[in-house]
């Protein structure tokens, strides 16, 4: 399964990621408010998991790499898993090379995986979580349109220290609302 934007493709992992993985997760700065620099083994563990989830039916989570066109080369990743079945809220999170910060990646790429939430799972509520340190996720959670909740205080055992965590969400309804608003501002535009 792909997604495409008008920069990036949104593909499936595959084995051959492996060292493309090891190289932007191996970059301290990418841990620094999630985790330790995983090793190879976890790095394997994680894309083994990657690549089952893509075989399960009906599919509860997905993992995709994200690459910037024309290159296939993986600069990230983007997940989408099922949280709560019953309300049918998904979790949304996302990594992307901190030689790519900057450029908009991220939020390209989760706008183009909230649609599909939204569009082809019927998601009701999608839900982000970051540390509460990290003002550039947070940044990026607003610009695709969702609303911080909450503050977990702290939720993470990160660097010898507890640390807090802010939760976002989006609902369908917002999501339409702001699906009506650029399809508004493209037709003015045009017009």
């Not at 563990?45 to 790499?65: K, N």
């Not at 003002?135 to 503050?151: H, N, T």
Request: hydrophobic share 40%; net charge negative; aromatic share 10%.
């Amino acid at each position: 399964m792909e997604l495409v934007t008008r920069r990036l493709i949104l593909r499936e992992l595959r084995h051959s990621d492996f060292e493309a993985i090891r190289e932007y997760e191996s970059h301290p700065e990418i841990q620094r408010y999630e985790q330790p620099v995983p090793d190879d083994e976890a790095t394997r563990a994680w894309l083994e998991q990657s690549i089952r989830w893509a075989q399960q039916s009906p599919r509860t989570h997905y993992r995709w790499g994200i690459t910037v066109q024309p290159d296939d080369t993986v600069r990230g990743h983007l997940s989408l898993a099922l949280s709560f079945e019953e309300i049918q809220e998904w979790e949304i999170g996302w990594t992307v090379h901190d030689a790519c910060w900057g450029r908009g990646y991220a939020t390209e790429a989760a706008t183009a995986v909230l649609t599909y939430a939204f569009g082809e799972l019927h998601a009701h509520r999608v839900v982000a979580f970051c540390n509460a340190a990290n003002v550039a996720s947070a940044r990026v959670m607003e610009k695709i349109g969702m609303r911080r909740d909450g503050l977990l205080r702290e939720t993470r055992w990160l660097n010898g220290a507890w640390a807090d965590e802010c939760v976002y969400a989006i609902l369908e309804k917002d999501w339409d609302q702001l699906s009506e608003r650029a399809c508004g501002r493209k037709g003015t535009q045009t017009e």
